[in-house]
Nanobody, 120 residues
């Protein structure tokens, strides 16, 4: 079994920054691709970013490119978020072990989420 624990959410003014962290534990010997989804109030879960176990070539959804930076150190995942906007307000979920298309929601493991609130 795999456990994913997110931290780093909070309340920030528009234009500010936050860094989310996800720690993976359990049967992560061959930790595959990890990533983040988010779910805003009243909306469906949305893919944010993903990265392979080499920690290179992260993949982002268009709305966060140039503002978010995804990095990884073994089983710990980081999402540096800058120039935050009110529309970034959501619960952010750490995910591991993707489906055939990383932007689909069929990832095998999900964390419980951490709330990010951006006010204008």
């Amino acid at each position: 079994q795999v456990q994913l624990v997110e931290s780093g959410g909070g309340v920030v003014q528009a234009g500010g920054s936050l860094r989310l962290t996800c720690s993976a534990s359990g049967r992560t010997v061959s930790t595959p691709v990890m990533g983040w989804f988010r779910q805003a109030p009243g909306k469906e879960r949305e893919f944010v970013a993903a990265i392979g176990n080499s920690g290179t070539n992260p993949y982002y959804t268009d709305s966060v490119k140039s503002r978010f930076t995804l990095s990884r150190n073994k089983n710990t995942l980081y999402l540096q978020m800058q120039s935050l906007k009110p529309e970034d307000t959501a619960v952010y979920y750490c995910v591991l072990d993707p489906p055939s298309r990383v932007y689909d929601s069929g990832w095998r493991y999900w964390g419980k989420g951490t709330l990010v609130t951006v006010f204008s």
